[in-house]
């Protein structure tokens, strides 16, 4: 077993993160399915302080159009995993973000916003509210060095005053298996049928006979897809199920180059990129991850200036756009012959 670091390394925080190693030779941290990757032929390269796939033997176009016809595997064990307990943890959470927690169902999940009080975006992340008595969060790796540090001090704030909420890391692999054949390929291995699972709802379950995982509908391709938590001594053993799975899919390991080209096609965000702490949720065009409640409300950081771009508009927006040809590079200068006004 590999010795549990720290959660953020630099902050000190102990509180787990088993799937972690650090290794001198490069200063990455590295997943649990590190030699699973290179045993498969993946490229490993740096990315958020990690060494992860950006491609296996085929090209990240391949990856890409085998994720939209037919499924593959990605590790995001990197992700950011918290659990998120206490009877105020609704209130814990509502603090810190834009997004209607006490209106979610049991098992229901949302995207959300971590915002500043310049209401800035702090980072974007999938918060679910489930039928143990706790949330399972997942944020972005980029941003653990600050939405760790976030959450443990809030938390720490709300005891100071008398709240009861726990903040922890999960210590988890994460795979996410996405495309239109995830049902075929997911479906002889789970103990529930996947028609009872919608998109944004979440659910403990045993996979290919790998118990205590917890398998959340969603994804960050615009396909059908789930991404399964796992304990990271065993999520090497899920992939290789997940792959062997069925004769009639071709089911792949897949890196973070086709991730970002799909999530691009499929006009998501992505933090450091399209938003940052100087983007509003409006400016950003997320002001749907604002429940209404909040809309009435308030009660998150910068939620004056937030709600008054509500109301009066902001003077810039995300806007995606569609082109010919190769595909633009983020520096490459465009030229406007003729537009459609927005919306």
Partial sequence: MVRCLVGVLKHGYMHGLKNIQRFASTGLLRTGLYDFHVENGAKMVPFAGWEMPVQYKDSISESHNNIRTQAGIFDVSHMLQTKVSGKDRIKFMESLVVGDIAGLKENQGTLSLFTNEKGGIIDDLIINKTDEDYLYVVSNAGCADKDLPLMMNQAENLRCKGLDVEVDVICNGLLALQGPAMVKVL????????????????????????????????????????????????????????????????????????????RLEAGLCLYGNDIDETTTPIEATLAWTIGKR??????????????KQIKEKPKQRRVGFTSTGPPARGTAKGKRQSYDKAA
């Fill in 187 to 262: 479906q002889p291995g789970l103990d529930f049928d996947l028609s009872e699972l919608p998109f944004m709802t979440t659910k403990s379950a045993s996979v290919y006979g790998i118990n205590d995982c917890r398998v959340t509908r969603c994804g960050y391709t615009g396909e059908d897809g789930v991404e399964i938590s796992v304990a990271s001594g065993r999520a090497a053993e899920l992939a290789q199920h997940l792959l062997n799975s069925s004769k009639d899919v071709d089911c792949r390991l897949t890196g973070l180059g086709a991730r970002d080209s799909l």
């Fill in 294 to 307: 909040r809309k009435e409300e308030g009660g998150f950081p910068g939620a004056d200036i937030i709600l």
